[in-house]
Structure formats: structure tokens, C-alpha cells
């Protein structure tokens, strides 16, 4: 547990990690409490009619028990790896707890995915078996010639011809199953990287990933647990921040946990739920706060009591947290780091450690540096590539089956993330890009993220993205796709404006020279905006105008 402390810098100081040789997730998040409060209530699930349920922890540790004495029938034992292809539901905790009481390996899997993508990463896996609900089914129907290394495929919604009845295989024996020995360095959990910049890989991680990263998301949420907290994330639970900067963390401190079933973020309903469901405590990616931001008076409509909420993905922008602020009552405090080592940077507005336009400092027990092309760090106000120093409990066990990529990623003891940064000299950290999304105009090397944050502050933007366009005076001129809020028109007039506003606040040479309206950007299951596509667009439209 960390404990608060008066200062950021007394945290730091004091930190020790303190990770038993036995660590199993399913003990940690289930059986610790279940054998001590079985009437603890650990997860809420939001009905849009009103009828909300509830599940305690002895349930869950009855249910994934028997859940997971099923899965060994089927031949399923330590080492494999089965899918979840679910959206949030208790359904998916409680195949999560039994996976990892088997000692197997989850693969969570979004359920936006389409057949192909869904088959790479099954072939990828190697999965064993897969758990899913009547959607996920269909899917599978469609590369059902592909599957033949699945010896088990089971349905939350009921059985068929295809696939076991989940709920059958939770009426089996349901005393409790201990979990097998593991520690924590036992795989435990592959979770694909989004595949911004390539081929999604999988990234296995240890039970010990969860130990990783119970200080940081304590911190970012202002000392979690406090009476009364309970929290929610609209982030898909298959991806890095939804399960671990949210799911898996508060159940292990007792937390109750809200679960929604929407998989497509809607703002009125996501209120809805932060007030309905009484929600405290809330991690919400940047698009997700950005949506949020065109409904009128969150809190004095939903009446949202929230004590903290964080954010992780993409940098926030200073336009975002300022709203976010001001409607929601709340500072946000980031997260930052990858499917391969996440959350080690952050802030927490509540102790004292937060700078408004800064993803905040390294978080206790993570090292972080920012270094050159040659592996030296970097002095204060100078661009360098964030690195997290090894051993590290969240850093990733390496990708799966892929061992030169593995190797690619680090640099001595450094993990290499390909990110780009700069840190002022009080060591706070300010996201620049990735080096793939650097453009270089004029000699200039710009960073998207901060043209996107300005031109979100304009009254008629929701959400922006930039790339580089290849221009053969300048090397690449800016160039800006831009999702209007509901009302407004794309116009010559707007276009023109939106380029002079980043003019005025930015810099003359950061300024859009293009811009084009568009009703969504390429997004990951994750949030991410994937700006490759907007690159291979913005050529394609150079193609288009040289054929003509």
C-alpha cells in the first residue's frame, strides 16, 4: 500500500517495492478479500434502464473457481493461452480471476475488432481457447478454417452447436480453487500493442505486473482507497489502461468496480453513469474527456461527485484538463506509458506534483530518463526518447515468440519507448510525439500533439489531428484533419480561421497550411488516433492531384 506522504519528493525518497515470491493476480484481486469480507461488494454493473447488479467477492471467487475447474477439464493448464472477447461484464472478471488461478495466460481482445484482426492475434497468441458472447461469435464464425488451435470455445450467451454454455461451466464444484503457485515473473497476461506504428505485437507480462502498478494508480488518484470510492472507466478492459490502470488495481484494494456494456463512448450516458452509479473515482482517456466536453453542465445536470480523475492514452492538452477542471470539479491527473511498460509518469494535482501542459514526473519505483540517439540522457529543456530503466514489475516479460523485437526495444538496461519528450528542471516531463509523428517543415521538427491541443481550445473543434504532408519546398507543411462540434460548418472561413488561431498562439511555423474537415479520425480500439493512415491519406491525396 502506498502510503500518503507529504511531499512528492518524500514519496520518492522513501519507496521500496515489496513483492512476495508468490504472487498470483487471482489471489490478489479475488482471494484476499473473499476469504476475509466475501460480502464485499467488488463490482457494479450499470443497466440503462435502472436496474443496476452488484456481484461481492465471495461470488466472484465461487464462480471463477468453478469457471476454471472447467476450463482444466477441457484441457486448458499453466502456460496456455485463452482469449476474452468481451465487452466489460462480470462475466469477463470472473474468466479473468479463473485464467489466472490455472496459471494460463489471458489474452484480452477487443470486441471492434473485425474477423482478420481478430485471426492475427489469435494465430499470433497461439490461443487455446477463447470466451466470447453472440457478437464475438459471428466473428469467429468467419475464420472458423483458421481456428484449429482452439480446443475450447465458450459463450457467455448461452451454448450451440459452436461453443460451451459459460454459465454451465460455472455450476460446477464452486468451493475455492487455490491458485497454482506462481510468481512474479509467471506469465500472466498478453495484451497487443494498438499497431500505430506496425504489426500489433503481443506483450506478455508477468502476475507481477499488477504489483507494478498499484503505487502509481494509488498516486494518480490521490492515495486510493479512501471511504466511499468507487470506480469507473468507459476504457475497454482489453486494453493496457482499461485493466490496468482501472479494473484489476481497484479490485485489489477493495474498490467496487463499475462495469457498462456500451462499446461505443456516448457522452450523455457516461454522465449518466458517474452520476447514477455514484461514481468517485474515474479514469477517462483524453477523447473520451473530450467528448464529454460538448455536454452543457455535466455536474449540475447529473449531479458528478467525483473526488479524482485521471487520464492516459495521448497527451490531454491544456484546453482539456482546464474544462475538465472547471465542469467537472475535478484536476486530472495523467498516466503515462505503453502496453510494454505502463504507467511510470504521472501527477497528482492533490499532493502537490502537477504542472498544467506536463504528463507530471516518474512515478515511485519507476526510473525514467530521456535520452539522445546514442543512449545518454539528456539535460533539462533538451528533446530526448523516454526510457524506463530495468528491471521494472510493470516492464513487459518481452513480446511473444518474437525475440529480435524484443532485443530492438532496449538499449543497455533501457526500454526504449519512441517516444519524445522534454523535462524542465524540476524533472517534470512534457510529451512532444512519437518520432514517426514528427514533422519536419522548414528545418523545423514539430510535434503534433501540440498544434492538436490548440486547435481543440477553438470554440468550433472537437477533435484534431496532424501530420506531416510531403511538400517539396518545405520537406512537409502541417496539415490538420479536424472533427467539427455538432452545429458548425467546415467552411473556407473556418479553415482560415482555425489556421490563424494556432498561428496567434503557437508560432508561425507550426500554423496548419492545410486543413481538412472530416466527420471521424482513424482511431484504435484504445482511443488512439492513428496518424499513419492520416500520412498515407495526405500522400494519396498528392497522387490524386499529380494524376490530374
Not at 440503462?48 to 461470488?59: A, E, I, K, L, V
Not at 478454417?145 to 459463450?155: E, F, G, K
Not at 497487443?192 to 506496425?198: I, Y
Given at each position: 500500500m502506498l502510503e500518503p506522504a507529504e511531499s512528492y519528493e518524500a514519496m520518492m525518497r522513501d519507496f521500496v517495492w515489496r513483492i512476495p515470491e508468490r504472487y498470483n493476480i487471482a489471489y490478489e484481486v479475488c482471494d484476499r478479500w473473499a476469504l476475509r469480507e466475501p460480502?464485499?461488494?467488488?463490482?457494479?454493473?450499470?443497466?440503462?434502464?435502472?436496474?443496476?447488479?452488484?456481484?461481492?467477492?465471495?461470488?466472484?471467487?465461487?464462480?471463477?473457481?468453478?469457471?476454471?475447474?472447467?476450463?482444466?477439464?477441457?484441457?486448458?493448464?499453466?502456460?496456455?493461452?485463452?482469449?476474452?472477447?468481451?465487452?466489460?461484464s462480470f462475466e469477463t472478471v470472473v474468466a479473468h480471476v479463473a485464467i489466472y488461478r490455472l496459471g494460463a495466460i489471458a489474452v484480452p481482445l477487443a470486441l471492434l475488432f473485425g474477423p482478420d484482426a481478430l485471426d492475427y492475434r489469435l494465430l499470433v497468441s497461439g490461443a487455446r481457447a477463447v470466451v466470447t458472447n453472440a457478437m464475438g461469435l459471428e466473428k469467429l464464425a468467419e475464420i472458423a478454417?483458421?481456428?484449429?488451435?482452439?480446443?475450447?470455445?465458450?459463450?457467455i450467451d448461452g451454448a450451440d452447436r459452436h461453443a460451451f454454455g459459460f454459465e454451465t461451466m460455472c455450476d460446477a464444484d464452486d468451493t475455492l480453487l487455490e491458485p497454482v503457485a506462481t510468481t512474479a515473473a509467471t506469465p500472466a497476461l498478453m495484451i497487443?500493442?494498438?499497431?500505430?506504428?506496425?504489426a500489433p505485437k503481443g506483450a506478455l507480462h508477468g502476475h507481477g505486473v499488477l504489483a507494478g502498478h498499484m503505487p502509481g494508480i494509488q498516486y494518480t488518484h490521490a492515495f486510493l482507497p479512501q471511504p466511499g470510492d468507487r470506480m469507473w472507466t468507459p476504457a475497454d478492459w482489453a486494453w493496457a489502461g482499461g485493466l490496468l490502470n482501472a479494473l484489476l488495481p481497484a479490485l485489489a484494494l477493495g474498490v467496487p468496480v463499475v462495469a457498462s456494456k456500451a462499446q461505443k463512448f456516448d457522452a450523455e450516458t457516461a454522465c449518466r453513469i458517474l452520476a447514477e452509479m455514484e461514481v468517485r473515482n474515474a479514469f477517462l482517456p483524453p477523447t473520451a474527456l473530450r467528448l464529454?466536453?460538448?455536454?452543457?453542465?455535466?455536474?449540475?445536470?447529473?449531479?458528478?461527485?467525483?473526488r479524482t480523475l485521471s487520464s492516459a492514452g495521448e497527451p490531454l492538452g491544456t484546453?482539456?484538463?482546464?474544462?475538465?477542471?472547471?465542469?467537472?470539479?475535478?484536476?486530472v491527473n495523467e498516466l503515462y506509458g505503453q502496453t510494454e511498460c505502463n504507467a511510470v509518469i504521472g501527477s497528482c494535482a492533490q499532493n502537490g506534483a502537477a504542472r498544467r501542459g506536463s504528463t507530471g514526473l516518474p512515478l515511485p519505483g519507476h526510473r525514467v530518463a530521456l535520452l539522445d540517439a546514442d543512449g545518454t540522457p539528456v539535460g533539462p529543456g533538451m528533446r530526448g526518447e523516454i526510457a524506463i530503466a530495468g528491471p521494472d514489475p510493470v516492464m513487459f516479460l518481452g513480446y511473444w515468440r518474437d525475440a529480435a523485437a524484443t532485443e530492438a526495444k532496449f538499449c543497455g538496461d533501457w526500454m526504449l519507448t519512441g517516444d519524445h519528450a522534454i523535462a524542465d528542471t524540476e524533472g517534470y516531463i512534457t510529451f512532444i510525439g512519437r518520432e514517426d509523428d514528427i514533422i519536419t517543415s522548414s528545418g523545423f521538427r514539430i510535434g503534433p500533439a501540440e498544434i492538436e491541443n490548440c486547435l481543440e481550445g477553438h470554440r468550433a473543434v472537437a477533435l484534431a489531428a496532424v501530420v506531416g504532408k510531403p511538400d517539396p519546398v518545405r520537406t512537409e507543411i502541417v496539415k490538420a484533419y479536424v472533427v467539427l462540434r455538432p452545429g458548425e460548418a467546415g467552411t473556407p472561413a473556418l479553415a482560415a480561421d482555425l489556421s490563424a488561431h494556432v498561428r496567434a498562439k503557437l508560432s508561425a511555423h507550426e500554423y496548419p497550411r492545410e486543413i481538412a474537415f472530416v466527420e471521424s479520425l482513424p482511431m484504435t480500439t484504445t482511443g488512439k488516433i492513428i496518424r499513419r493512415e492520416l500520412r498515407e491519406r495526405a500522400a494519396r491525396e498528392i497522387e490524386a492531384a499529380d494524376a490530374s
Open positions: 460480502e464485499r461488494t467488488c463490482l457494479h454493473y450499470f443497466e440503462p434502464d435502472g436496474r443496476h447488479r452488484s456481484m461481492r467477492y465471495g461470488t466472484l471467487a465461487r464462480r471463477s473457481s468453478a469457471f476454471a475447474r472447467s476450463l482444466a477439464a477441457k484441457g486448458i493448464t499453466k502456460g496456455d493461452r485463452v482469449a476474452l472477447l468481451l465487452p466489460q478454417d483458421r481456428r484449429a488451435a482452439l480446443s475450447c470455445c465458450v459463450s497487443f500493442t494498438s499497431g500505430t506504428t506496425g464529454l466536453a460538448t455536454v452543457e453542465a455535466p455536474r449540475e445536470r447529473f449531479a458528478i461527485d467525483l484546453e482539456t484538463a482546464t474544462w475538465a477542471e472547471r465542469a467537472l470539479g475535478v484536476p
